[in-house]
C-alpha cells in the first residue's frame, strides 16, 4: 500500500464524519504537499475494491467514504444528511430471504431531518 492510500485509509477511519474525495484531499494535502486529486480518486477506488473502505452513495450529492465498521445510514432525503445509526445485523434474516450468501450490505434509510422537517412544516403553515 503507497503512503498516500495509507495516509487515506487513516482519514477515513479516524473521522466521524462521512468524507467526500475533495474533503478526503483537503486532509491529505496537510501531510503531503503534493497531492493531487486524481491521487485521492485512484485511491479511494483501490480500497473501495480492497473492502478497506465503504462509499455510500445518495443521488444528488458526492459519494462519500466511511469506515468498514457494521453499521447503517440515515440519509435526509431533502439535504442529503448522512447519520450513522446502529441496527442489528440483518445478514443471516437477509441470507435466508435471498437464498445466497451475502458479503455485506448497506442499509440507508430514508427520512426528513430535523432542519428539513421544520421548514417542511413552516412551509405547509405559510400557505394556509
Same mark, same amino acid.
Given at each position: 500500500?503507497? !503512503?498516500? +492510500?495509507?495516509?487515506?485509509?487513516?482519514?477515513?477511519? %479516524?473521522?466521524?464524519? %462521512?468524507?467526500? +474525495? @475533495? &474533503?478526503?484531499?483537503?486532509?491529505? *494535502?496537510?501531510?503531503?504537499?503534493? +497531492?493531487?486529486? +486524481?491521487?485521492?480518486?485512484?485511491?479511494?477506488?483501490?480500497?473501495? *475494491?480492497?473492502?478497506?473502505?465503504?462509499?455510500?452513495?445518495?443521488?444528488?450529492?458526492?459519494?462519500?467514504?466511511? !469506515?468498514?465498521?457494521? /453499521? #447503517?445510514?440515515?440519509?435526509?432525503?431533502?439535504?442529503?444528511?448522512?447519520?450513522?445509526?446502529?441496527?442489528? #445485523?440483518?445478514?443471516?434474516?437477509? &441470507?435466508? &430471504?435471498?437464498?445466497?450468501?451475502?458479503?455485506?450490505?448497506?442499509? *440507508?434509510?430514508?427520512?426528513?431531518?430535523? @432542519?428539513?422537517?421544520? !421548514?417542511?412544516? %413552516? /412551509?405547509? /403553515?405559510? @400557505? /394556509?
Amino acid at each position: 500500500m503507497t !503512503k498516500n +492510500a495509507e495516509y487515506i485509509l487513516e482519514i477515513i477511519n %479516524h473521522s466521524n464524519e %462521512h468524507l467526500s +474525495a @475533495e &474533503q478526503i484531499y483537503l486532509r491529505l *494535502k496537510e501531510r503531503n504537499q503534493g +497531492a493531487v486529486l +486524481a491521487t485521492v480518486y485512484n485511491n479511494l477506488s483501490i480500497l473501495y *475494491k480492497q473492502g478497506l473502505i465503504r462509499k455510500i452513495s445518495v443521488e444528488g450529492c458526492p459519494d462519500r467514504y466511511d !469506515k468498514i465498521k457494521r /453499521h #447503517d445510514h440515515l440519509v435526509c432525503r431533502y439535504c442529503g444528511k448522512l447519520s450513522d445509526i446502529l441496527l442489528d #445485523d440483518l445478514t443471516e434474516s437477509l &441470507q435466508k &430471504q435471498v437464498g445466497i450468501q451475502i458479503l455485506s450490505y448497506d442499509l *440507508k434509510i430514508s427520512y426528513l431531518c430535523e @432542519e428539513c422537517l421544520k !421548514k417542511e412544516n %413552516h /412551509h405547509l /403553515h405559510m @400557505e /394556509h
